[in-house]
Every structure is written in C-alpha cells, then in structure tokens.
C-alpha cells in the first residue's frame, strides 16, 4: 500500500470541528493519480486518538445541532445542495484525478450525490410522525422520530462524491452530527464537500473527518459515543464492521460486495441490450458494486450477443480521463488491483472456458489501465461466475432457459442486482418474481435506485436491517418514540372552564 514517511508531497488534512486540520500523523500514504500514476498527495494513517478528537467535537455539537428547528435544517440543506450544483464542475475534475473515472462517470457521481441532498431537504415532510385520538377514553397517541446522536460512515472510492453522500446529509438532516471515513484512496472529494457544506451555514462539528485506514474503521466502530455506524465496501469488510459494531450496541447498516447478472432473452432488443451492457459491464471501469459482471445468454441469442458485445468493446477508448474527456474507459483506481486483474486473466484461460476479449493488450504506457476483457462459455460453479472482479472482466454464460438461468442467479452467494433484457411482459414478470436479490431491472442495465428509493442488497450484499437511501435511510438515522397522552375533560369543568 505503500505506507511511508511523509515527503515533501502536499498533505490532505482531516476535517474537524468545522475547519481543516493537520495533526500531522507519524504515517502517509501516497494518494496516486491512477490514469497517470503520479503521486498528488500523501494522506494521514490517523489512530485512534484522532478518531476520539472528531467524535467528541461531533458530540458536542449535536446538543444543539439536535435542537435546531426542523425547518431550519432543510434550509441549510437546500443552500448545500445550491453550493453542491454552482461549484459540480470542481467536484467532477477531483474525482477524475483522484478516482481515474471519464468526465461523463464523475458528473453522474456527483449528480446522484446532489439527489440524496435534495432528497432531504424534504426533511420536515419525512420526519412526521402519526397520531391516533381517542384510542381510548380521553387518550391520544402519537409517534414521534428523533436523532440518534453521533453518526459514523465509512465508504469506498469507487464514488467518492455519491456514496457518502448517501449517508450524511440525511443522517444530519434528522438531527444527527457526523463523522465520515472516506476511502484513503479518494480523499480530496470528501474535504471539498465538508468545505462547501460549512459554507452553507452548517454549525462547527456538525460534520467531521478523519483519513486512515484499518485503526480508523475499528475506532468509529467501537467508539462509545457513536450510535450508528454506515457502511459501503467489500462483503468481507462489511461482515467485520457489522459483527464488530454491533457487539458494541451500534445501530449498523453494511452495504458488501455483489456479482450483479445481465440476462439476455432471445427476443432482446440486441443493439439497446448491448448499449446497457457495456455501460453496466464496463462504466467506472467496472468498479462499482452494481456494475453487471455476468452475462448470461438464453437460448439462440448467444453469438449475436457475442458478436455485438465484442464490437461494442473495441469502440472504448482507454486514456487519460482527466486530460481527454472522450476517453470511454478510465484506470482501475491503483497498480493493486491492476496487477489482480491482469493475474485472473493470466489465470482463466484453458478449457471450457474462452478468452473472447484480452483486457491485456493494448494498454496506455502509463496508469494502471486493464482493457475491456470478455470471457465465454463460463461454467456455474467456476471463479469467473461467483466471485466479484470489481473490475472490467465480463463473464458469459450460455443457458438453455429462463429457469435454468435463474436458477444459477439465485445460487450466488450475493444479491444486490440482476437485470432481464425481453420484448416479454410474461418473462420479466417471472424473472422479478423469482429472482433473489434486492434490485431488479427490466431492459436496464444497472438497476441502482434513485434517492427515493433504498439501495437494497439482500444475501452477502447486506449486513443489517435498513439500508440507505429513501425512508428507510430516515428510519435508520432516527429512533421513534411513542406518546400516549390523557387530558381528562372532567378537569375542565372541575376549573369552570
């Protein structure tokens, strides 16, 4: 990971108690430009102490955070959102640098951050409770939802601007402070949007950060003062902060990994099919917890689907995103997760399974670039059908029925998304019937939800009960109380009233 002394590189500060700070750790991590490779940066390894320092000023300001009217909450948040769109072009050119996505995927990333935001701006309408009078004689009930306290979010740099954007806008709408755990890999994204969200009237410690890695997860996780802890990454780290903030009595939601599937029936629109399929398979150079990995053919549609993916994918071009806005395919986000990849492919060829499409030819000289890869004839069962890549490597399958295709979906281990491409109601009423994961699509190719909805991984996706987004979302960051009243009207006449 390439852990060393801080050189003379600049120094990306943590964000607390609403300004920017260098505590100055005893150990920085480089923080690469991946389409270029060049170091832009060196990023605090903060500890524990660090932790307790954000979460202390985020506890002291949710005692009056908390008590700010509802009404005025929304009003910051609405100015946020105007900052968000007035300074998006800013945003987008950070996240090309420090992510390596194409100029089209960065704004999409930011865009779908801002709807969170709008989304809770309506934050007066989503915290209203219910009420019920007489539920018996003179007694009224009503539900009300308030603030858990300090919230903690720890995220990935597959989105640097969306994914913690799922979480703390609401969690702070509802009354909550936060402190946010960006990936180490994509921190200059998540300072710029503490900045402009103090810019927006937010109060000092309302929303905090701290950089780091393994030390930092496990401090928010089991900090007393934390009440909730969000979570977005790999199944394998999802299952470990879950396990491990729960046992210290935090409300968790965990959002792991995915092998998301692109079903394709024999009477597919074939050129809309393949249009979705490559951004699916091959958008954020396929590092993206929704993006579709396994295709699987049904039936006589295989080698026109083939034929068509293959020429699709030979249209990408690979460059540098942040100097050519028409690159159509960007970096893997580090040298890493590159030599992963290049290392499956080594690896996956030989009987029965087919390389179509060697993701190892014809690379940039620099970055860490691994090209749009295509195997077929993938038996169930087999590594390049089960595991999640996380990367650009797209894996066929021949099935000879919509059951039989199915049924190898619903023997995966995760279940975040899976996608029907047909002209049939009938099938793609059965295929969102008896498919087993949490979002369906129909002729659409990533079947992420917008911010009115819950981002809704089921099985290995999912550690918890509710997830991000929508109302689940308002549901996690708040508790309910119930209030039962009784105002007898005999007192009334008893005062001559």
């Not at 903060?46 to 929304?74: I, K």
């Not at 299952?239 to 009595?249: M, R, S």
């Not at 079903?263 to 490559?278: H, K």
């Not at 029907?420 to 990533?446: E, K, L, P, Y």
Request: charge should be negative; charged fraction near 20%.
């Amino acid at each position: 990971m390439n852990i060393e002394s801080a050189a003379n590189s600049p120094h990306v500060g943590d964000w607390i108690n609403g300004g920017a700070v260098h505590i100055g750790a005893s150990q920085y991590i480089n923080l690469f430009n991946p389409s270029s490779g060049e170091v832009i940066a060196q990023v605090p390894v903060n500890d524990a102490a660090v932790v307790d320092r954000a979460v202390q000023s985020a506890s002291a300001a949710f005692a009056t955070w908390s008590r700010v009217p509802v009404l005025q909450r929304g009003k910051i948040l609405f100015s946020y959102r105007e900052l968000l769109t007035r300074h998006s072009e800013d945003l987008v050119q950070l996240i090309c640098e420090e992510n390596g996505k194409t100029f089209e995927e960065a704004k999409g990333d930011v865009a779908r951050g801002i709807e969170v935001v709008e989304f809770a701006t309506g934050v007066p309408h989503l915290l209203k409770g219910e009420r019920l009078s007489e539920l018996a004689s003179n007694i009224d009930g009503e539900t009300i939802r308030q603030p858990l306290g300090v919230c903690a979010g720890i995220t990935p740099f597959n989105f640097p601007a969306m994914v913690p954007m799922w979480m703390y806008p609401l969690a702070i709408a509802c009354g909550n402070s936060f402190v946010l755990k960006p990936s180490e890999k994509t921190p200059l994204t998540a300072n710029r949007l503490a900045e402009l969200f103090s810019q927006a009237g937010l109060p000092d410690g309302v929303f905090n950060i701290v950089h780091g890695q393994k030390e930092v997860v496990d401090a928010l996780c089991v900090h007393p003062d934390v009440s909730a802890v969000s979570f977005v990454g790999s199944s394998h780290v999802a299952e470990h902060v879950y396990k491990l903030a729960a046992a210290h009595k935090k409300r968790v939601q965990a959002s792991g990994g995915a092998k998301n599937v692109l079903l394709v029936m024999p009477d597919a629109n074939l050129e809309s099919a393949t249009r979705a399929i490559i951004g699916s398979a091959f958008g954020c150079a396929g590092q993206r917890c929704m993006a579709g990995s396994l295709l699987i053919a049904v039936g006589n549609v295989a080698q026109p689907l083939r034929d068509r993916v293959v020429a699709a994918m030979d249209q990408l071009l690979l460059d540098d995103t942040l100097k050519n806005r028409q690159a159509g395919m960007g970096p893997v986000i580090d040298m890493r997760s590159r030599d992963r990849l290049l290392a499956i492919i080594d690896e996956a060829g030989g009987q029965p399974v087919e390389l179509v499409r060697d993701g190892r030819e014809q690379l940039p000289e620099r970055g860490y670039f691994v090209g749009p890869t295509l195997f077929d004839h993938v038996p169930p069962g087999d590594k390049l059908a089960t595991t999640e890549l996380f990367g650009p490597l797209l894996s066929m399958m021949r099935a000879d029925s919509l059951h039989e295709a199915v049924e190898w979906v619903n023997s995966l281990k995760y279940g975040n998304g899976a996608t029907i491409f047909t002209g049939s109601g009938a099938a793609a009423r059965q295929f969102c019937n008896d498919i087993q994961c949490g979002m369906v699509g129909v002729n659409v190719g990533v079947p992420a939800p917008m911010a009115v909805f819950p981002f809704s991984g089921w099985n290995d996706s999912f550690y918890g009960d509710l997830h991000v987004q929508g109302e689940e979302g308002v549901q996690f960051y708040t508790r309910q109380k119930v209030v039962l009243s009784r105002w007898d009207s005999q007192y009334i006449r008893q005062m001559g009233w």
